[in-house]
């Protein structure tokens, strides 16, 4: 009987082992995707720290985009002496009062331009030389000059004033009216022609004045290194420009203030010589 069992229970035993198989493979196969789940979260935190170490040379690049220029114009005027202080506040000055003369003289002499044109359309074509004065906008240099000339034409009286003729006499007073409007138009030209000459020898002197603080620093430091030269050379060399730049703007500003007066001053002179006629002619009494 034992001897007939023996077969079965041995092919009892394998089949058993055939089926069991498979489940065991995947036992084993589960312990090294736990053993890589339990890996992964240990790995997670090392991208932080990768980000982080990345991220700290970008802010150290963006801390010395936002360093101050040790040898501007700020670095300049905080650590320059009462000279250099002086130099650059007497070139801030000249720079402002030339180009406050160079606008409002071109603001005139535009405005006593257009007062020409209106002049030659209203004056002359008046009934009377007193309806033409008034035509004349009240203040204006053609209004001076135009009551200048009737008032000398109808006032020709006095003991002293009897021995000029009237004809010497009201050319005197419109040639006296005309030369006022002129001086008026120089007025300012001269400050222009000064800061043009003067403003480059100003900065030159702020650049001398530099070049002896960087000779002065290198003889205390024993040696010509760049941290030594650079601020007195940078401020040699702002003095300079800024002198350049103040002189440049009166020089082309006083040479077209000049030209333009000239133009408008032969609108002047040729409206005082028509008045004049006009006044010794046959419409001068009435």
């Given at each position: 009987?034992?001897?007939?069992?023996?077969?079965?229970?041995?092919?009892?035993?394998?089949?058993?082992?055939?089926?069991?198989?498979?489940?065991?493979?995947?036992?084993?196969?589960?312990?090294?995707?736990?053993?890589?789940?339990?890996?992964?979260?240990?790995?997670?935190?090392?991208?932080?720290?990768?980000?982080?170490?990345?991220?700290?040379?970008?802010?150290?690049?963006?801390?010395?985009e936002t360093?101050?220029?040790?040898?501007?114009?700020?670095?300049?005027?905080?650590?320059?002496?009462?000279?250099?202080?002086?130099?650059?506040?007497?070139?801030?000055?000249?720079?402002?009062?030339?180009?406050?003369?160079?606008?409002?003289?071109?603001?005139?002499?535009?405005?006593?331009?257009?007062?020409?044109?209106?002049?030659?359309?209203?004056?002359?074509?008046?009934?009377?030389?007193?309806?033409?004065?008034?035509?004349?906008?009240?203040?204006?240099?053609?209004?001076?000059?135009?009551?200048?000339?009737?008032?000398?034409?109808?006032?020709?009286?006095?003991?002293?004033t009897e021995?000029?003729?009237?004809?010497?006499?009201?050319?005197?007073?419109?040639?006296?009216?005309?030369?006022?409007?002129?001086?008026?138009?120089?007025?300012g030209l001269?400050?222009?022609?000064?800061?043009?000459?003067?403003?480059?020898?100003?900065?030159?002197?702020?650049?001398?004045?530099?070049?002896?603080?960087?000779?002065?620093?290198?003889?205390?430091?024993?040696?010509?290194?760049?941290?030594?030269?650079?601020?007195?050379?940078?401020?040699?060399?702002?003095?300079?420009?800024?002198?350049?730049?103040?002189?440049?703007?009166?020089?082309?500003?006083?040479?077209?203030?000049?030209?333009?007066?000239?133009?408008?001053?032969?609108?002047?002179?040729?409206?005082?010589?028509?008045?004049?006629?006009?006044?010794?002619?046959?419409?001068?009494?009435?």
């Open positions: 009987m034992t001897t007939r069992l023996s077969p079965l229970v041995a092919a009892f035993v394998l089949g058993a082992t055939l089926l069991l198989s498979p489940f065991s493979a995947t036992a084993q196969d589960a312990k090294p995707a736990a053993s890589a789940a339990e890996a992964t979260p240990a790995a997670a935190p090392a991208a932080p720290v990768a980000a982080a170490a990345t991220a700290a040379p970008a802010a150290a690049i963006v801390s010395k360093v101050d220029n040790p040898y501007g114009l700020k670095a300049m005027w905080e650590q320059g002496d009462f000279v250099s202080k002086g130099t650059l506040i007497i070139l801030i000055i000249m720079s402002i009062g030339s180009w406050y003369i160079l606008i409002t003289k071109l603001w005139e002499s535009f405005k006593l331009s257009g007062e020409a044109k209106s002049a030659g359309r209203s004056f002359f074509k008046s009934a009377s030389l007193n309806e033409g004065v008034k035509t004349l906008k009240a203040g204006s240099a053609f209004h001076f000059i135009a009551e200048s000339g009737v008032n000398a034409g109808e006032h020709h009286e006095g003991s002293l021995n000029i003729d009237r004809n010497t006499w009201v050319t005197m007073n419109v040639q006296r009216a005309v030369d006022t409007v002129a001086s008026r138009l120089q007025d001269a400050v222009l022609a000064t800061v043009g000459s003067t403003a480059p020898f100003i900065g030159l002197f702020g650049t001398v004045w530099g070049i002896y603080h960087a000779l002065t620093a290198i003889g205390i430091a024993g040696q010509a290194s760049i941290d030594k030269v650079a601020g007195p050379v940078g401020e040699a060399l702002i003095m300079t420009a800024i002198g350049l730049a103040v002189a440049v703007p009166a020089v082309l500003g006083y040479n077209w203030l000049v030209r333009r007066n000239k133009v408008t001053m032969d609108s002047v002179r040729g409206f005082g010589a028509e008045l004049h006629g006009v006044l010794m002619g046959a419409k001068a009494g009435r």
